[in-house]
Structure formats: structure tokens, C-alpha cells
């Protein structure tokens, strides 16, 4: 049994930059994402014990990619399979997208996690095709998942099926059922996240989640109630796409913070990014913050201090091979801070301790069409998987 050798998969970075403004749609490709992150909190201590240490950097003789990671972890977008020597992964994220990917290249070190899960005799013997479906899914990817976590000292985040953003019981069943997977596979708590939709189903399905030890990294956020929101459930890992943001200012109008934040002279992704920052920090928040659809060096430049950068290929290339020097344009000083953070001010309206009504009320249309947009995709790709499982089920020897 193989994964369908006739599939087409077009190796790109995810579809960060791929919001189609005026279709409104998302031209989402299959990515091979070892993307999204996150070393353990162990590893950041050291990280930002030594970024702490100075608010500028002397770059004589360092290239300019040192001198950012000394700021924030600089995280590889994505990564190719047979490219780890350029840009070693520090930890992995499983989703839809990757399942898709393993089964439409010629030959992967993880189609045999596929492989093996498709001829799961547990799931094989199920007589419900819906469950059996999902039980291979689910298999799927802990299998890839664990193979992930031999190859990188951070920890793996699972993508939780984006079909099921908007039920909170439905969303701990899926978390529950993969982290049980993975305990098999003896891979320990610590080294795993759960990646959840940041509807209010989700912010609460973190917030118990949480509550029982499960770390969870809530992504698609798109406003400060959301972030602030998500950060109050505790979340591990709270995720803002930066460029999409920056891409529905561009053609669309009606968005108080957006406005407020062009008013300012500010992009409206890096406002919300530091926004964020500053309220984890001003108010003992647990989170650690990533900045995700981050387009250029001067991007990332304005967001050092903060925990992760996702970077692309391209701009990680170019910082790579940049030499820094004391008079660059551009100095390497942390942008973001605990200290800065406390000397913010929030408004009375920003500090609520937030509900489902509350929240619905305060995101506004960027956020809404952003969120709705990101689903979507992320839920087509689960079908895709699905449909492709079910043409490629049963093995000939079942």
C-alpha cells in the first residue's frame, strides 16, 4: 500500500501571503511546513537570559542573522525535506498540509508514518467509515508527529481540524485522542503543542486544556481581543500573522484598530504584535508570543525582543548572508521588552475579562474575514487528507 503516487504537491511556504483580497478566497498550496516552531521554554530561558543582557548588540564581524537570534528565536518558515544542513529546524508542526505533501512526493522518511497508520489494524477494524476514517487521520499524524520529535530539540505542535473550530467538547476529544497516540509512541507531554483555532470555542478549549497540563498554541489571531483573550486562557503559544493583516489594510477599510494604528504611522500587524507583547508582559500573563507572516528584514527588525519569528527562506537567506557592522541602517536593538512593557498604557475597554459575546463585539471585520478566511483553507486540506485516504483504503491485503 502506498500514498497515491499521482499526486501533484507544489513545495512552497505556507500560504502566509496567499489571501486573495479581491476574491477572497485562499490560494493554498500543499507546503512541506516545518514551520511553526517552538523550542522548549528551557531552551528560551538561556535565549532570553543572554538577550537581556544588553539592548544592542556590537555586530562587528557577525552576520546579521546572529545578531537577531540574539533577540528572538529566528524560526525557519519552511524547510524542505533534504535541506536541514541550511536551516536545521529547532521543532515541527504536523498538519494537513504536511500529511498531503508526505503522500504526493516519490519518497519521504516519513511516508512510512503514513503508511503504517493506514494499515492500523485498530482503525482497519472499526466499522463506522467515518471513524475509521478519523482513526487513521489521527494515526497519521502522530506517526509523523513522533518521527518529528527524534529529529528536533523543540517541540512538535499538531494541528487540531480546523472543522471543528467552533466546538469546544469536540476540540479536547481531538486533543485528547492525539495526545493518547503520542504517549504510545513515548513521546512526553512537554515535547508536544496542540494548534487550535483562536474562535471563542477554541480560547476556551486552551483555557481547560491548559488547566489539565496540555500546552496549546492558539494561531489565526487577528486582533487584540483575541490575543488578549487568549492570553487569559493561559495559552502556551499565542500566534499573529503580521503581513496578512498589513494585506487586508491595503484594500479594505472599516477596522477601528487598523485605522488607529495607520493614524499612528504604525503597520497594523506590528502594532498588534508589540500591543500583545506589552499586555503578556504588564500583566503576568504566561504566553509566549510568535510572529508568524513576517515579509522582510525590516519586518523582523522591529519585532526583536519578541519570543518567535517565523521568517521565510528568503529573508532568513539574506540575513544569513548580510555581514552587520556598528553603522548598519539598521541597529540590532530589542524593540520589545518586560521593562517597556510596563510603561504601556491600556484603555479600560482593552483590560475586560473577556466572554463569547464580549469578543464576538470587539473583533472587528479584519479579524472576523481573516479568521473565516484561514479556516477555510485549513478546513479543505482536512478534506483533502480525508478524500485521499479514503481512495487509497483498503491496502490489497485488508
Given at each position: 500500500?502506498?500514498?497515491?503516487?499521482?499526486?501533484?504537491?507544489?513545495?512552497?511556504?505556507?500560504?502566509?501571503?496567499?489571501?486573495?483580497?479581491?476574491?477572497?478566497?485562499?490560494?493554498?498550496?500543499?507546503?512541506?511546513?516545518?514551520?511553526?516552531?517552538?523550542?522548549?521554554?528551557?531552551?528560551?530561558?538561556?535565549?532570553?537570559?543572554?538577550?537581556?543582557?544588553?539592548?544592542?548588540?556590537?555586530?562587528?564581524?557577525?552576520?546579521?542573522?546572529?545578531?537577531?537570534?540574539?533577540?528572538?528565536?529566528?524560526?525557519?518558515?519552511?524547510?524542505?525535506?533534504?535541506?536541514?544542513?541550511?536551516?536545521?529546524?529547532?521543532?515541527?508542526?504536523?498538519?494537513?498540509?504536511?500529511?498531503?505533501g508526505i503522500c504526493g512526493l516519490p519518497d519521504t522518511i516519513?511516508?512510512?508514518?503514513?503508511?503504517?497508520?493506514?494499515?492500523?489494524?485498530?482503525?482497519?477494524?472499526?466499522?463506522?467509515?467515518?471513524?475509521?476514517?478519523?482513526?487513521?487521520?489521527?494515526?497519521?499524524?502522530?506517526?509523523?508527529?513522533?518521527?518529528?520529535?527524534?529529529?528536533v530539540p523543540g517541540r512538535v505542535s499538531t494541528e487540531v481540524d480546523a472543522r471543528l473550530a467552533y466546538d469546544t467538547h469536540a476540540i479536547i476529544r481531538k486533543v485528547h485522542d492525539l495526545l493518547k497516540l503520542y504517549n504510545d509512541s513515548n513521546v512526553p507531554p512537554h515535547r508536544l503543542l496542540f494548534k487550535i483555532p483562536s474562535t471563542w470555542q477554541g480560547i476556551e478549549a486552551a483555557r481547560?486544556?491548559?488547566?489539565?497540563?496540555?500546552?496549546?498554541?492558539?494561531?489565526?489571531?487577528?486582533?487584540?481581543?483575541?490575543?488578549?483573550?487568549?492570553a487569559q486562557a493561559g495559552a502556551s503559544v499565542i500566534q499573529i500573522f503580521v503581513g496578512r493583516l498589513r494585506d487586508w489594510a491595503r484594500n479594505h477599510s472599516g477596522d477601528t484598530d487598523i485605522e488607529s494604528a495607520q493614524l499612528r504611522g504604525e503597520d497594523p500587524g506590528l502594532a498588534l504584535v508589540t500591543k500583545t507583547y506589552n499586555y503578556i508582559h504588564k500583566y503576568g500573563h504566561k504566553s509566549k508570543l510568535m510572529a508568524a507572516a513576517v515579509r522582510n528584514k525590516q519586518d523582523l527588525f522591529s519585532l526583536l525582543g519578541i519570543d518567535y519569528i517565523i521568517a521565510p527562506l528568503k529573508v532568513l537567506q539574506s540575513l544569513k548572508e548580510s555581514i552587520a557592522s556598528p553603522d548598519e541602517k539598521y541597529s540590532f536593538v530589542r524593540r520589545?521588552?518586560?521593562?517597556?512593557?510596563?510603561?504601556?498604557?491600556?484603555?479600560?475597554?482593552?483590560?475586560v475579562k473577556w466572554d463569547q459575546d464580549s469578543l464576538a463585539n470587539a473583533m472587528g471585520p479584519a479579524a472576523v474575514q481573516l479568521l473565516a478566511a484561514g479556516l477555510d483553507s485549513h478546513a479543505d486540506q482536512a478534506k483533502r487528507v480525508e478524500d485521499l485516504f479514503g481512495k487509497i483504503w483498503p491496502p490489497p491485503n485488508v
Amino acid at each position: 500500500m502506498r500514498c497515491n503516487p499521482k499526486m501533484s504537491v507544489t513545495l512552497q511556504t505556507p500560504p502566509s501571503a496567499a489571501f486573495s483580497l479581491a476574491e477572497g478566497t485562499w490560494r493554498s498550496s500543499f507546503s512541506i511546513a516545518f514551520s511553526v516552531s517552538l523550542r522548549s521554554p528551557s531552551n528560551f530561558t538561556t535565549l532570553q537570559a543572554r538577550s537581556s543582557a544588553s539592548s544592542s548588540i556590537n555586530a562587528a564581524s557577525t552576520t546579521e542573522l546572529d545578531a537577531v537570534s540574539a533577540f528572538s528565536e529566528i524560526v525557519p518558515d519552511t524547510v524542505i525535506f533534504d535541506d536541514f544542513q541550511k536551516f536545521p529546524p529547532t521543532a515541527a508542526t504536523v498538519s494537513s498540509s504536511l500529511l498531503l505533501g508526505i503522500c504526493g512526493l516519490p519518497d519521504t522518511i516519513f511516508r512510512n508514518a503514513v503508511e503504517m497508520a493506514l494499515a492500523d489494524s485498530e482503525c482497519y477494524g472499526l466499522g463506522n467509515p467515518n471513524a475509521r476514517l478519523s482513526c487513521f487521520v489521527n494515526k497519521a499524524f502522530a506517526n509523523v508527529g513522533s518521527d518529528l520529535a527524534k529529529l528536533v530539540p523543540g517541540r512538535v505542535s499538531t494541528e487540531v481540524d480546523a472543522r471543528l473550530a467552533y466546538d469546544t467538547h469536540a476540540i479536547i476529544r481531538k486533543v485528547h485522542d492525539l495526545l493518547k497516540l503520542y504517549n504510545d509512541s513515548n513521546v512526553p507531554p512537554h515535547r508536544l503543542l496542540f494548534k487550535i483555532p483562536s474562535t471563542w470555542q477554541g480560547i476556551e478549549a486552551a483555557r481547560l486544556l491548559e488547566s489539565e497540563g496540555i500546552q496549546t498554541h492558539l494561531t489565526f489571531v487577528f486582533s487584540f481581543a483575541q490575543a488578549s483573550a487568549a492570553a487569559q486562557a493561559g495559552a502556551s503559544v499565542i500566534q499573529i500573522f503580521v503581513g496578512r493583516l498589513r494585506d487586508w489594510a491595503r484594500n479594505h477599510s472599516g477596522d477601528t484598530d487598523i485605522e488607529s494604528a495607520q493614524l499612528r504611522g504604525e503597520d497594523p500587524g506590528l502594532a498588534l504584535v508589540t500591543k500583545t507583547y506589552n499586555y503578556i508582559h504588564k500583566y503576568g500573563h504566561k504566553s509566549k508570543l510568535m510572529a508568524a507572516a513576517v515579509r522582510n528584514k525590516q519586518d523582523l527588525f522591529s519585532l526583536l525582543g519578541i519570543d518567535y519569528i517565523i521568517a521565510p527562506l528568503k529573508v532568513l537567506q539574506s540575513l544569513k548572508e548580510s555581514i552587520a557592522s556598528p553603522d548598519e541602517k539598521y541597529s540590532f536593538v530589542r524593540r520589545l521588552s518586560p521593562q517597556s512593557a510596563l510603561k504601556y498604557v491600556f484603555n479600560d475597554e482593552e483590560l475586560v475579562k473577556w466572554d463569547q459575546d464580549s469578543l464576538a463585539n470587539a473583533m472587528g471585520p479584519a479579524a472576523v474575514q481573516l479568521l473565516a478566511a484561514g479556516l477555510d483553507s485549513h478546513a479543505d486540506q482536512a478534506k483533502r487528507v480525508e478524500d485521499l485516504f479514503g481512495k487509497i483504503w483498503p491496502p490489497p491485503n485488508v
